[in-house]
């Protein structure tokens, strides 16, 4: 995979934004040579929103290089979400706002937003997750 110049500029303009510190250029050879994430080793060639290339970095360390791996776009959203969000300890799910409900034997998003409740229920547990981080975007997007 190859980058034009603005595609590279646009794509460390992210990585900043998202709070990765060091040598981008460093990352970028990384970044390029890697083609399957690094925790459960699916390939990565951007076909579809499971096989997107994240660049994954230690939110704790704010004053230094703080990259760490390059994950699948799961792998880094599960990893965000353990260091972002505390979770009920009833919780199984190992997701904030997801839980698996025995009732109807599938697992539960349940938040409420201004007021409003909002339950969804997924038979798949990546569902629900995709769900959660939807949402999460429209609301930073101020769609909600
Ligand atoms: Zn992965």
Do not use: P
């Not at 230690?58 to 994950?71: A, G, P, Q, W």
Request: charge should be positive; glycine fraction near 2%; aromatic fraction near 14%.
């Amino acid at each position: 995979m190859n980058h034009t110049k603005y595609e590279r500029k646009y794509l460390f303009q992210g990585w900043h934004k998202r709070g990765v510190i060091g040598d981008f250029e460093k990352y970028y050879e990384i970044y390029k040579k890697t083609t399957h994430c690094d925790k459960c080793k699916i390939l990565l060639d951007n076909s579809i929103q499971l096989r997107i290339k994240c660049l994954d970095h230690d939110h704790s360390i704010t004053t230094k290089e703080n990259f760490r791996n390059i994950l699948c776009w799961k792998c880094n959203i599960e990893d965000q979400n353990r260091q972002s969000c505390k979770i009920r300890k009833d919780n199984k799910s190992g997701f904030k706002n997801i839980s698996f409900n025995f009732q109807n034997n599938s697992w539960c998003f349940r938040r409420q937003i201004n007021k409003k409740k909002i339950v969804k229920y997924y038979k798949n547990k990546t569902h629900a997750i995709c769900y959660k981080y939807i949402l999460l975007l429209k609301i930073k997007s101020k769609l909600i």
